[in-house]
């Protein structure tokens, strides 16, 4: 839950060795002040431009990366927290531009354009995003289940339900149609969330739960990251309060709106999961289910989905005996029209209901009347 101490030169806190000897901190000095120049050079033609082309957005995008990346190298030393190097990077790298374009201003009010903040703003968030994955990986996958525990889920599946037969063939077009639009009309939204969370807590953008797939496999589900690092490193995998400390501002809208599972489209794409289906449960906590209740198995003879009848009729907070004899009933009514129902519910749901004051979390009677099949 604490922040990542800030690195010291010659001890084992230094991830990437040789990156941050003297030379080069010194190298990547050089290199921020050549890449200043260049700046400033590629700007003077920029802004004596008539045109506002690909060519020179790439151009503006690719310098202010770099010179995003040559900073946070340049302050490995400085005795701050590493968030603040990449926040102070990311500024710094935006400044120098602003600069430049102060300059021109000044000079030639009639050149100005505002157009250059987009790639200038992209470009150095690119760069952010960069030097947080040469120190560290952008994604967190707390507590991955051992292969024994894995194992064992997996032969109590095929014990009791087998191996389950495919995915229809019509849901499974559905899922992969909408996954697909779903992906590019989100792209905005996608870069907003993480730009957002990177700014608030820089480091891993994604989070990875390992979850119970279809016939008790093991899966990565990737959700955006919506709690502070290293959040579970103390307490292990636990199921989120409705009123939980850890939470990012950014990560409670995330929640609030449910964009946190954006990431799960991808998972769609690789056939791990369907836009309706059982929620996927932790393979640990999944374990310790089983053995109070070895029926929970009967959930996973389908693919889990990123809306769920029990999340929908429910609520998030739902016993897990409740949400598998929902998650019966899905199975057992399951269609394509069921499936288009549950998710015009879920999205009322996740942009309407949780916004209304004193929502005690349950759909009015006339629309679970329309969610049945």
């Known amino acids: 839950m604490s922040k990542q101490p800030w690195r010291l030169s010659g001890t084992n806190s230094d991830p990437a060795g040789t990156w941050h000897s003297i030379g080069g901190r010194t190298f990547f000095w050089v290199n921020a002040v050549v890449l200043v120049g260049l700046a400033w050079f590629y700007m003077?033609?920029?802004?004596?431009?008539?045109s506002f082309t690909?060519?020179?957005?790439?151009?503006?995008?690719?310098l202010a990366a770099a010179l995003t990346v040559a900073l946070e190298r340049s302050l490995v030393y400085l005795p701050i927290s590493l968030d603040w190097h990449y926040r102070l990077a990311f500024l710094g790298s935006l400044g120098?531009?602003?600069?430049?374009?102060?300059?021109?201003?000044?000079?030639?009010?009639?050149?100005?354009?505002?157009a250059w903040l987009v790639p200038v703003g992209f470009g150095a968030f690119l760069g952010g995003i960069i030097a947080t994955s040469l120190n560290e990986r952008l994604w967190e996958?707390?507590?991955?289940?051992?292969?024994?525990?894995?194992?064992t889920v997996y032969q109590h599946h095929r014990q009791l339900i087998g191996s389950p037969g495919p995915t229809p063939l019509g849901k499974r077009l559905f899922d992969l149609l909408l996954a697909s639009v779903g992906l590019l009309?989100?792209?905005?939204?996608?870069?907003?969330?993480?730009?957002?969370?990177?700014?608030?807590?820089p480091g891993p953008l994604l989070f990875v739960k390992n979850?119970?797939?279809?016939?008790?496999?093991?899966?990565?589900?990737?959700?955006?990251?919506?709690?502070v690092r290293g959040a579970e490193d103390a307490t292990g995998p636990v199921l989120a309060s409705e009123k939980d400390e850890r939470v990012l501002t950014t990560g409670y809208i995330l929640r609030k709106t449910a964009l946190d599972e954006l990431p799960q489209l991808l998972n769609i794409l690789r056939g791990e999961m369907s836009f309706v289906g059982p929620r996927p449960q932790r393979t640990v906590l999944v374990q310790g289910y089983l053995q109070d209740m070895p029926e929970y198995a009967h959930r996973h003879r389908v693919l889990p989905g990123l809306a769920?009848?029990?999340q929908v009729v429910g609520d998030y907070y739902l016993t897990p005996r409740q949400k598998l004899r929902f998650d019966r009933l899905y199975i057992e009514y399951s269609s394509l029209g069921f499936d288009l129902k549950l998710i015009l519910l879920a999205f009322a749901i996740a942009f309407w209901y949780r916004w209304q004051k004193n929502w005690n979390g349950r759909l009015p009677r006339r629309l679970l009347r329309l969610g049945r099949p």
């Open 54 to 62: 690909a060519l020179w957005m790439c151009g503006v995008i690719i």
């Open 185 to 201: 009309i989100s792209i905005p939204i996608w870069l907003l969330s993480l730009f957002l969370l990177w700014i608030e807590d």
């Open 211 to 227: 979850s119970v797939g279809r016939g008790g496999k093991n899966f990565h589900q990737y959700k955006l990251r919506t709690m």
């Open 44 to 50: 003077q033609h920029v802004f004596g431009s008539e």
């Open 96 to 114: 120098v531009f602003l600069i430049i374009w102060l300059g021109n201003w000044i000079i030639e009010p009639a050149t100005i354009s505002p």
């Open 308 to 310: 769920g009848l029990a």
């Open 141 to 151: 996958n707390n507590s991955p289940p051992s292969a024994e525990v894995m194992d």
